[in-house]
């Protein structure tokens, strides 16, 4: 099983900014090329909930309601990497961070079906 590995995690401030990266693991040989990709995250608690999407290409980025604005999804195709930049974080944006591969476009866990173990990412007020 191809694995995704998520980098970029941190505790911050509120208001500060942080990137994760995402990418499939060195000796896998997986590329992300025709993939739909996406972030989601979980908060202490909570269930897995949907962030952000994006087609390999760097079209179509969907967001979030409550990230919209403020996380912008992207990729860099040479590096076969997948990008989440964070603005104006806030501690509700306290969650494990997890990047995830599939077919199809969409905001349901189902529609992916390669993820990452997560990268924390900590906000304090």
């Known amino acids: 099983q191809v694995q995704l590995v998520e980098s970029g995690g941190g505790l911050v401030q509120a208001g500060d900014s942080l990137r994760l990266s995402c990418a499939p693991s060195?000796?896998?040989?997986?590329?992300?090329?025709?993939?739909?990709l996406a972030w989601f995250r979980q908060a202490p608690g909570k269930e897995r909930e949907f962030v952000a999407v994006?087609?390999?290409?760097?079209?179509?980025?969907y967001y979030a309601d409550s990230v919209k604005g403020r996380f912008t999804i992207s990729t860099a195709n040479a590096k076969n990497t997948l990008y989440l930049q964070m603005n104006s974080l806030k501690p509700e944006d306290t969650a494990v961070y997890y990047c995830?591969?599939?077919?199809?476009?969409?905001?349901?866990?189902?529609?992916?079906?390669?993820w990452g173990q997560g990268t924390q990412v900590t906000v304090s007020s």
């Open positions: 995830a591969a599939g077919r199809h476009y969409g905001t349901s866990e189902n529609d992916y079906d390669r």
């Open positions: 994006i087609h390999w290409t760097g079209v179509s980025p």
């Open positions: 060195g000796a896998s040989g997986y590329t992300f090329s025709n993939y739909i």
